[in-house]
C-alpha cells in the first residue's frame, strides 16, 4: 500500500509540474495572421479604403483606393483599363493574392465611378494620369522595396509611361494584355481580327463604322457579340461575371471618349491616344517587368513577346485560352505567372 501511494504521489508530482498543452502555431499560421491583420494600419477603420487627395492643374480632387492584405515587400498598385473604366474588373484577384500574401490595392483614377469624376475634358491627359499614380504612390507609402505596378490595356499605357519617368521607385513592372504603340494595334485589329469575323458581320459593323454612327443599338450589339466574346473575353454575354458588368455600367464616357474614341472598333477620330507609340523608348526601362499577351487578344501576343524583349530585363507570359480580360478567360495560366513573377523578384531569383 506504502509503495503505491508513494506511486502516486509522484505521479502527481509529475502531472502537476507540466503546463497545460497548446497548440503551437506554425510560421504559416503566424504569417496569415500578420497578412490579415489591419491593426496597425491607418485605414483599419475604413477597412482599407483610403481617399486620396490629388493636385491637379484644374484644382484638387480625391480618389478612390482600397488595400488589402499586408506584405512589407509584396505591395501591387493595380491601374484599371477603359479610360475610364474601375477597379471592378480585378476583383478576381481575391481568389488568387490573399493566400500568397501578397499586398494589392484597388484604385479608381480619377474620373472614374469610385473617385470623383470631374467634367474638365482638359484633365484627361495621359501625363496627367502619370502624375496622379505617382501622387498615390507617396500617399500609400510604396517605395522601390515593395512597389510592383500592374496596368492593363489602357493601365497599361499608364504604367509604361509611368516607368518612363519614375521606374526609380518600382520594384517590378507588370504589362498586361497592352502593346506599346497604338498605330500597331490598329493595324493587327484591321488586317489580322477583322477578316477572321464573318464576312456579313464585318460588311454590317464597317457601315456603321463608316457613317460613325456608334450609338447605335444594332453595331453595340454586333461588336459586342461577335468582337468581344471572342477578343475582350471568350464567354457568352450572359455568362460574363458580375464585376465586369459593373465595369462596364459604371463606365465614363467622357473619359473614354476622349482618349479612346467613340469607336468601339479601335482607336479612332481625335482621340487623344490615337497616336501614342513608345516602342523605341522601352529599352530605358531597366526594372523587372512582365508582359503577359493572350492567344485571342484583341493586342498581338507576339508584339506582347517583343515588349518583354525590348525591356532590359523582361519576361512574357503566354496566356493560351485568354482573351484581352485573361484574368477571367484564362485564369489558371494568368494568375500562376503573374504570381510566379512577383515572387521571383521579390527573393531575388528574376
Request: aromatic share 12%.
Amino acid at each position: 500500500m506504502m509503495k503505491r501511494l508513494i506511486l502516486l504521489c509522484a505521479l502527481a508530482g509529475i502531472f502537476s509540474c507540466q503546463s497545460p498543452t497548446t497548440p503551437t502555431a506554425s510560421k504559416e499560421d503566424s504569417s496569415a495572421a500578420d497578412y490579415l491583420d489591419s491593426s496597425q494600419r491607418d485605414d483599419q477603420a475604413m477597412g482599407g479604403i483610403k481617399m486620396i487627395p490629388i493636385s491637379t492643374p484644374k484644382g484638387e480632387f480625391k480618389v478612390w483606393t482600397k488595400r488589402v492584405g499586408n506584405n512589407p515587400t509584396m505591395k501591387v498598385l493595380l491601374l484599371h483599363g477603359g479610360p475610364g473604366m474601375t477597379h471592378e474588373i480585378y476583383e478576381c484577384f481575391d481568389g488568387y493574392f490573399p493566400q500568397e500574401q501578397i499586398e494589392y490595392y484597388y484604385y479608381d483614377q480619377l474620373g472614374s465611378y469610385y473617385s470623383d469624376q470631374p467634367d474638365d475634358l482638359s484633365l484627361w491627359e495621359t501625363a496627367r494620369f502619370v502624375e496622379e499614380v505617382e501622387q498615390v504612390r507617396i500617399a500609400l507609402g510604396l517605395d522601390k522595396d515593395n512597389f510592383y505596378l500592374y496596368g492593363q490595356s489602357w493601365g497599361g499605357i499608364l504604367a509604361m509611361e509611368y516607368a518612363l519617368k519614375y521606374q526609380e521607385n518600382l520594384k517590378g513592372l507588370v504589362i498586361s494584355n497592352m502593346v506599346p504603340s497604338i498605330p500597331d494595334y490598329m493595324a493587327y485589329s484591321d488586317n489580322v481580327l477583322a477578316p477572321k469575323l464573318p464576312p456579313d458581320v464585318l460588311e454590317e459593323i464597317m457601315f456603321y463604322e463608316n457613317k460613325e454612327d456608334y450609338s447605335n443599338e444594332r453595331y453595340l450589339e454586333l461588336v459586342v457579340n461577335h468582337y468581344y466574346t471572342r477578343h475582350i473575353i471568350r464567354m457568352p454575354v450572359d455568362e460574363w461575371p458580375d464585376p465586369i458588368n459593373r465595369g462596364f455600367k459604371h463606365l465614363n464616357p467622357d473619359v473614354y471618349v476622349t482618349m479612346q474614341g467613340p469607336s468601339e472598333f479601335g482607336v479612332k477620330g481625335d482621340a487623344r491616344l490615337k497616336d501614342w507609340d513608345v516602342k523605341d523608348q522601352l529599352h530605358k526601362i531597366t526594372v523587372p517587368t512582365l508582359s503577359i499577351g493572350a492567344e485571342y487578344d484583341t493586342m498581338d501576343p507576339k508584339a506582347m513577346e517583343a515588349l518583354a524583349g525590348s525591356v532590359k530585363n523582361g519576361r512574357y507570359l503566354h496566356c493560351p485560352n485568354g482573351s484581352h480580360l485573361s484574368q477571367f478567360d484564362d485564369q489558371e495560366n494568368f494568375f500562376a505567372g503573374l504570381i510566379k513573377f512577383i515572387k521571383d523578384v521579390d527573393q531575388g531569383k528574376f
